[in-house]
Structures are given as structure tokens and as C-alpha cells.
């Protein structure tokens, strides 16, 4: 049974930072795409940024960009998404996904975790 568990959300003050963290368990993940979407109170999720599993490629949303860090430790079948300077408009529902192809759509993704919050006071 494929799991992505995520972690590390919480309340942070605008300008801090906060690490997730995702880990995947249940299959061989070699190959695949692991994305962070996020989805704010009355809006449609949206991508935030997303690594192939080999780490060789990473890609980030326009608002994130310069902020938001994607990585990951094979080791350990985690990836991670290192937040800096939040702001009030990062705050969501921070979601992990994997999937087989290069893609920014959450249609493109088969396997998702069950999300974490991030709230950013201002």
C-alpha cells in the first residue's frame, strides 16, 4: 500500500520559515515526480514546486520562487520543502503527491498524502 505521510506544518509568524517534510513508503518511487501542492480556504489547490526523484530537475510556481526549496534524501524516501520568508498568503493545506510524469496539473499525480497545515500570521 503506497503512503505519502506528510509533516512539519504549523503556525508560524509572517517572515519565518518552516520545513515539510513528506515520506513515501509502500513502492520503489526510482522514476517518478514528487510535487508539493497547496490549497488555501475556498480556492482550487495549486502546484508549489516539484523533483524528479534522482533530484536532477526541480521546478517552482512563480510565487514561491526564490523562497520555496524542493529536495529530497533517497536514503531516507523523503522529500522535503524548505519555506522561507512566509508570507500571509502561503498560508494552506500543504499536500505531497508523486507521479510518473513531469507536470505541474494534480490530474498528472497518482498518489497523494493527506496534508499538512501551514498557517502564516501577519
Known amino acids: 500500500q503506497v503512503q505519502l505521510v506528510e509533516s512539519g506544518g504549523g503556525l508560524v509568524q509572517a517572515g519565518g520559515s518552516l520545513r515539510l517534510s513528506c515520506t513515501a513508503s509502500?513502492?520503489?518511487?526510482?522514476?517518478?515526480?514528487m510535487g508539493w501542492f497547496r490549497q488555501a480556504p475556498g480556492k482550487d489547490r495549486q502546484f508549489v514546486a516539484r523533483?524528479?526523484?534522482?533530484?536532477?530537475?526541480?521546478a517552482y510556481a512563480d510565487s514561491v520562487k526564490g523562497r520555496f526549496t524542493i529536495s529530497r534524501d533517497v536514503a531516507k524516501n523523503t522529500v522535503y520543502l524548505q519555506m522561507n520568508s512566509l508570507k500571509a498568503e502561503d498560508t494552506a493545506v500543504y499536500y505531497c503527491?508523486?507521479?510518473?510524469?513531469?507536470?505541474?496539473?494534480?490530474?498528472?499525480?497518482?498518489?497523494w498524502g493527506q496534508g499538512t497545515q501551514v498557517t502564516v500570521s501577519s
Open positions: 503527491a508523486a507521479g510518473p510524469r513531469w507536470a505541474s496539473r494534480e490530474s498528472e499525480y497518482d498518489y
Open positions: 509502500g513502492r520503489t518511487f526510482s522514476g517518478y515526480v
Open positions: 523533483i524528479t526523484w534522482s533530484g536532477s530537475a526541480t
